[in-house]
């Protein structure tokens, strides 16, 4: 069974730097035909995909966040991380990890981490 657990603070003042960690248990990051996102969803709004690195450690982010934002991983803890500088309010949100599954017939997000509140406030 695949798991995913997001994990860092809950409170972030605004211009500092967001990090958050998602640790993956039951399957490596590694594993070809899957990719490991980040995604946020605001109070009141939908979902927004902010990134995502894939098993060969490549990385692509979303063109409105992509000055803001790094992705990256550490293998040996099976562990991929999302950092966002400059934080304004509107970066508030419940931020999630999940795992996309992409093959030539069929792409889905399979596993999702239970997401974790990020409120950017001083």
């Known amino acids: 069974q695949v798991q995913l657990q997001e994990s860092g603070p809950g409170l972030v003042k605004p211009s500092q730097t967001l990090s958050l960690t998602c640790t993956v248990s039951?399957?490596?990051?590694?594993?070809?035909?899957?990719?490991w996102s980040w995604i946020r969803q605001p109070p009141g709004k939908g979902l927004e995909w902010m990134g995502v690195i894939a098993s060969d450690g490549s990385t692509d982010c979303s063109p409105s966040l992509k000055s803001r934002t790094s992705i990256f991983r550490d293998t040996s803890k099976n562990q991929f991380s999302l950092q966002l500088s400059s934080v304004t309010p509107e970066d508030t949100a419940v931020y999630y990890c999940?795992?996309?599954?992409?093959?030539?017939?069929?792409?889905?997000?399979?596993?999702w981490g239970q997401g974790t509140q990020v409120t950017v406030s001083s």
């Open positions: 999940a795992r996309k599954l992409v093959t030539p017939s069929y792409i889905a997000y399979d596993y």
């Open positions: 039951g399957g490596s990051i590694t594993t070809s035909l899957y990719r």
